[in-house]
C-alpha cells in the first residue's frame, strides 16, 4: 500500500522504543559563543545583524557574523581547515568534557556524526579561485576537502576520534533539522548508543549573491511577518549536542518529515507539506496541537514563506499560541538555522522564556493573525515545537519536552 507524501506514518519512528534526550549544546552564532550570552539575546530580542562591504563587490549587504574568536583547526586535520570547521571546532569546546565522560563509558564505534550544513566550506574556494584569478594558481594550502559537503561531519569524527556512523546531512534550510531525524535513527536501530548532532553554515558570496539573484535578500532588517518585508538576512554559526539515551532534562519526543517538491525555490502557496510534517510530528509524539507551548518559526521574512506559514500556523495552532521568529535576531543560519532554533526551544524549556523576535512593523493585515513574541515574557513551558522549510519542497518540526 502506497503512502501520501506526508503522511505520520511516514515518520520514522512510529512507536517511541527508545526515549532520547539532548545536552545543552555547544554554540557560536551571531548572538554569541556562550550558552548564556545567546540566551540574553533570545530573551531580550537583541538583534545582532551588521553591514558587510565584502561578500557582494559594490553592495552592502546585512548580515549575521560569529564575532567569536574561532579556534585554528589543528595541524594534524589541516587539510579539514575552513571557517566552517573553525565554527565547529569553537562550538565544541564546551562539550568536550561531557563527550569524554561518554568515550570512557561507550565505545568509539558506538557513537555517530550527523551534522547538517548547506555551505561546508565554499568560503575556502572562493578565496581560492579568487587567488588564482588574480596570481595565476591556487594557494598551496588550498585542499579540495576543505570545500566539500560531506567535510562538517568528517571533520567532527576525526577530531573526536570517534569510529561511528559520521553523515553529513545538506537539505538547504532544513538541514540539521533533518540531522536530529538521522541521529535518532542510528540510535533507534541500534547502531550507535549517542549522536553529536547540530549544524554549522559560514557566510559565503555564493549564498549572499545567490539569494540576491532569487530577489530574497534584504537590505534592510529583515522583519518576518511584516507587512513591508522583502526578503532575508543570512547568518552563520555552529551548534553542537549530544542525542544519547542517558537522561537529560530535554528530550526529543517527537519528529515529522514531508518533502512536497512543489518548486525548486518557492513553498508549496498552501503549504501543504508543512503542515503535513507539524501533523506528522504531533503523531510521532502522540500529542494533539493544544499540548503544544510554543512554535520557533521558520519566519524568513520572505513574502512567499510568511504567507504559507502564517496560513498553517493558524489552521493547526489558531492564532493564540505563542510564536517567534528568532531569525530577526540571528538572521538566516541556513543549514545551521534547524540546530540553532532547537537550541532556543531548549533555552525556553530551560529558563521557562520565551525566545523574542523583533516586532513587525507593522504587521502584514493580509496573513492570518499570530501570537507573535515580540517583548520579553515569561511562560509555563513544556513541549515545545521548532519547523523548518526548505527549498525543493523539504519540510521538518520537531517537538521538544522538559523530561
Known sequence: MGHAVGDPSLSLKMIMSTAVYLSEPGIVSPLGATLTANAEALFAGKRQLMLDQDLYPGRRVRVGRASAELLPVPESLREFDCRNNQLLLTALQSLLPVISELKTNTASARIGVVIGSSTSGISAGEQAIAQQLQNGERPKAFNYRQQEIGTPALFVARYLELNGPALTISTACT??????????????????????VGGADSLCQLTIQGFSALESYSENFCQPFAQSRDGINIGEGAIVFILGKSPTPYRLLGAGASSDAHHISAPHPEGVGAEQAIHAALADAGLSAEAIDYVNLHGTATPKNDEMEAAVMHRVFGGELPCSSTKSLTGHMLGAAGAMEVAACLLALKQQQLPVQTAPMPYDPVLP???????????????????????????????????
Open 369 to 403: 493573525a499570530l501570537n507573535l513574541v515580540t517583548v520579553p515574557s515569561q511562560a509555563t513551558l513544556n513541549t515545545v515545537m521548532s519547523t523548518n522549510y526548505a527549498f525543493g519542497g523539504s519540510n521538518v518540526a520537531l517537538i521538544l519536552q522538559r523530561a
Open 175 to 196: 538541514s540539521s533539522t533533518q540531522a536530529f531525524i538521522s541521529a535518532r535513527a542510528l540510535i533507534e536501530a541500534d547502531l550507535c548508543d549517542a549522536v553529536v
